[in-house]
């Protein structure tokens, strides 16, 4: 069955930074990928997907995602944090075997300090 | 386009009542998600609804069913409620499967 790992529950980044979000997947059939950001007591935004298309997906916000098959990987990246980044975020897969669910990852909160 | 709507946003519950949460999709979505979230457990998929057929269910207990009209809203009921059932329920549509889930704001369930 496929899942999507997350590593690191907290990542704190200063304000301009870089921000790298880690994420891994399982999946025997090759997946589609998703980011979605939840702001506290909101409902979850997409930020970005992959299905199989380009490799660099570039979503919303800045936000931009490299899915690469060799790491089983789709970590998202930003260049430049900003502090209205500050949210959690979470990886999804869907597969071709599993058409109906999201799965989710435990989501990474990001913090960022002026 | 108006987004998903989930009513109501929050809701206060004694252990042993039911509930029902209501869900519009985006105009158009035949695919409807819900999932649970909760601080221990995280995201969890309950139910997925397509033109009026659940298609996959999670692993919930039987308290928990779901149900879709035809015009594509849908409602999940929770029955005998309990202290564990105090979660973020979220309501996901999307217009065919195997696309992006576009999310509601979440109902806010309280059992004391």
């Known amino acids: 069955a496929q899942s999507v790992t997350q590593l690191g529950s907290h990542v704190s980044v200063s304000e301009g930074a870089l921000v790298l979000l880690r994420c891994n997947y399982s999946s025997s059939v090759p997946p589609y990928l998703f980011w979605y950001v939840q702001y506290p007591n909101q409902g979850l935004q997409l930020l970005l997907k992959y299905t199989s298309a380009a490799t660099l997906v570039k979503g919303i916000n800045g936000f931009e995602a490299e899915f690469k098959k060799s790491e089983t990987s789709f970590h998202l990246t930003k260049p430049s944090a900003h502090m209205s980044d500050a949210a959690e975020y979470f990886c999804a897969v869907i597969t071709t075997q599993d058409t109906d669910k999201l799965i989710f990852g435990t989501g990474t909160r990001l913090q960022v300090f002026p | 386009k108006a987004g998903v709507t989930q009513t109501p946003r929050y809701l206060i519950k004694t252990r042993g009542q039911q509930v029902t949460l209501s869900c519009s999709p985006i105009?158009?979505?035949?695919?409807v998600s819900w999932y649970q979230q909760t601080p221990g457990q995280g995201l969890q998929f309950l139910f997925e609804?397509?033109?009026?057929?659940?298609?996959n269910k999670g692993n919930f207990p039987g308290r928990f069913s779901g149900r879709q009209f035809s015009n594509s809203r849908s409602e999940m009921n929770v029955s005998t409620l309990e202290l564990g059932d105090s979660a973020l329920y979220l309501c996901?549509?999307?217009?065919?499967?195997?696309?992006?889930?576009?999310f509601g704001q979440g109902t806010r369930l309280t059992v004391v």
């Open positions: 609804y397509f033109s009026e057929t659940q298609r």
């Open positions: 996901a549509s999307s217009s065919r499967l195997n696309t992006e889930a576009f």
């Open positions: 105009s158009g979505h035949r695919s």
